[in-house]
């Protein structure tokens, strides 16, 4: 089973910025994502990284404050999420989460999840 393992998450005023970190146990991911649920709220797609092509989605509530990327797109197995300008609506767990195939990415389907990190933005 793969295993992903994000860090990074913390606590950061109104305007700073944090970067968080997912590590995949495998190199065989298609595309990785960030997600994030604030308590009460439906989880939400942040962002995702498709290997292929370099392709890349942002939600229209982070889009221009929050990049996704990899320093090696050629392992296909570790993301970043830098985010900066962050707000308080920005405070969720934050998940990790892959598609191991072209099949499950056209169907949106996550194979494999991380425990989540906590981002808290204070104002």
């Known amino acids: 089973q793969v295993q992903l393992v994000e860090s990074g998450g913390g606590l950061v005023q109104t305007g700073g910025s944090l970067r968080l970190s997912c590590a995949a146990s495998?190199?065989?991911?298609?595309?990785m994502s960030w997600f994030r649920q604030a308590p009460g709220k439906e989880r939400e797609l942040v962002a995702r990284?498709?290997?292929?092509?370099?392709?890349?989605?942002?939600s229209d509530s982070v889009k221009g404050r929050f990049t996704i990327s990899s320093d090696n797109a050629k392992l296909r197995n570790t993301v970043y999420l830098q985010m900066n300008s962050l707000k308080p609506e920005d405070t969720a767990v934050y998940y990790c989460?892959?598609?191991?195939?072209?099949?499950?990415?056209?169907?949106?389907?996550?194979?494999?999840w991380g425990q989540g990190t906590q981002v808290t933005v204070s104002s």
């Open positions: 495998t190199s065989s991911t298609f595309a």
């Open positions: 990284l498709r290997w292929s092509g370099g392709d890349r989605f942002y």
């Open positions: 989460a892959a598609i191991h195939s072209a099949y499950a990415y056209r169907r949106g389907e996550y194979d494999s």
